[in-house]
């Protein structure tokens, strides 16, 4: 497929994402039943998938959103900034944060530690993507999606300078 120049060969089908959603919703819905955890969607790539999820849980919950910084282009500045934090209390509360995709890991990083000073009453990571070739993790994730390998991939929420989140389904990006 083209896009404005750009070759994009598709990674996951929307199917492929759309039935790895109900399992995941499936496994959160089990977890926190009888409980009203806060889904914190991290902006925007997680927008979607939030969204997709959401719909599929059989649970009820609330719901509130985190914007950082860290990337320019394609390429990680290796510093994370915090652009909106979250405006719900969190303390005591059943906590899932929903990344889109985690790369370094220095995001999810940074997030984890801010949630925990906030001392929620658990703190559980679902990301779509993970690239465990390059992810420098000391901690675990709780649901991971797919595991991807390190190349840069767009749509279904994720960007390349703020463009193709609108893609149905996940793409590698071929540059010229
Ligand atoms: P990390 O801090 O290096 O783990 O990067 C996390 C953030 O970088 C993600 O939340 C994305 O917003 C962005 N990112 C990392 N890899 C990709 C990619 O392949 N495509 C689009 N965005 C990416
Ligand atoms: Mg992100």
């Given at each position: 497929m083209e896009f404005h120049g750009y070759t994009l060969t598709q990674v996951l089908a929307k199917e492929e994402i759309q039935n790895r959603i109900s399992e995941i919703a499936a496994e959160l819905?089990?977890?926190f039943?009888?409980?009203v955890p806060i889904l914190i969607g991290?902006?925007?790539?997680?927008?979607i998938f939030l969204a997709d999820l959401i719909r599929a849980l059989d649970i009820d919950c609330e719901m509130d959103f985190i914007k950082l910084a860290s990337y320019h282009g394609d390429k990680s500045t290796g510093t994370v900034r915090l652009r909106k934090d979250i405006s719900a209390e969190i303390t005591?509360?059943?906590?899932?944060?929903?990344?889109?995709?985690?790369?370094?890991?220095l995001t999810i990083?940074?997030?984890k530690d801010r949630?925990?000073?906030?001392?929620?009453?658990?703190?559980t990571i679902v990301t779509l993507l993970l690239k465990p070739d390059v992810a420098n993790l000391d901690f675990p994730i709780d649901i991971v999606?797919?595991?991807?390998a390190p190349e840069f991939v767009v749509g279904y929420g994720l960007d390349y300078d703020q463009k193709m989140r609108h893609l149905p389904a996940i793409y590698r990006?071929?540059?010229e």
């Open positions: 819905s089990e977890k039943h009888n409980e991290v902006l925007n790539g997680s927008f005591g509360r059943h906590v899932i944060i929903i990344e889109d995709i985690i790369d370094s890991g990083k940074f997030i949630m925990n000073d906030a001392d929620p009453k658990s703190l999606g797919f595991e991807i990006l071929e540059k």
